[in-house]
């Protein structure tokens, strides 16, 4: 009687682990990717500015490594800390001139999050 027990308590903590895992494994609980943010950067124009023909600022977009490269005034990306990081605070009008600089339209707060989950997560390129 007892090993019955044990077995079905085995059973129970085993389907809920892989549950879980299962559930973390899932793209909409995934960490948004480089891709997901430069998105953002073409749908609001961000690189007609900060891009390879213009770079407004010193500050290029449309690649990985310019974007993490920063401005003439250094890096706007801060790895693990979107709250220091200048291009959140600016998308966010927390400094002005809010970018982007002809806006409205604004980066909506969902957008906003997307990135911010990125640097959270350490920024990385892939
Ligand atoms: C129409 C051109 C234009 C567009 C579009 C634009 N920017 Fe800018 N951006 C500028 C200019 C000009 C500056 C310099 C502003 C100043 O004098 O402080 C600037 C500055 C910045 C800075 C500040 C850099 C620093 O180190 O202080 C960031 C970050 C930035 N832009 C990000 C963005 C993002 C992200 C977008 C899209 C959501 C965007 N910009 C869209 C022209 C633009």
Same mark, same amino acid.
């Given at each position: 009687?007892?090993?019955?027990?044990?077995? !079905?308590?085995?059973v #129970?903590? &085993?389907?809920?682990?892989?549950? =879980?895992?299962?559930? $973390?494994?899932?793209?909409?609980?995934?960490a948004?990717t480089?891709a997901?943010?430069?998105?953002?950067?073409?749908?609001?124009?961000c690189?007609?500015?900060?891009g390879?023909?213009? !770079?407004?600022?010193? #500050?290029? &977009?449309?690649?990985?490594?310019? =974007?993490?490269?920063? $401005?003439?005034n250094?890096?706007?990306i801060?790895?693990?800390?979107?709250?220091k990081?200048?291009?959140?605070?600016?998308?966010k009008?927390e400094k002005?001139?809010?970018?982007?600089i002809?806006?409205?339209?604004w980066?909506?707060?969902?957008?906003?999050q997307?990135?911010?989950?990125?640097i959270?997560?350490?920024a990385?390129?892939?």
């Open positions: 009687m007892r090993n019955i027990f044990a077995a !079905a308590a085995c #129970l903590i &085993l389907s809920l682990f892989i549950g =879980l895992n299962g559930a $973390s494994g899932q793209k909409e609980g995934a948004p480089f997901d943010v430069s998105a953002i950067f073409s749908k609001y124009n690189t007609l500015c900060h390879s023909v213009k !770079a407004s600022y010193g #500050l290029a &977009l449309h690649k990985y490594e310019s =974007l993490m490269k920063g $401005s003439k250094g890096p706007v801060v790895p693990k800390d979107p709250a990081s200048m291009l959140v605070r600016q998308i009008g002005q001139p809010r970018m982007p002809n806006g409205p339209p980066v909506t707060e969902n957008e906003v997307v990135i911010e989950k990125w959270a997560a350490g990385a390129k892939e």
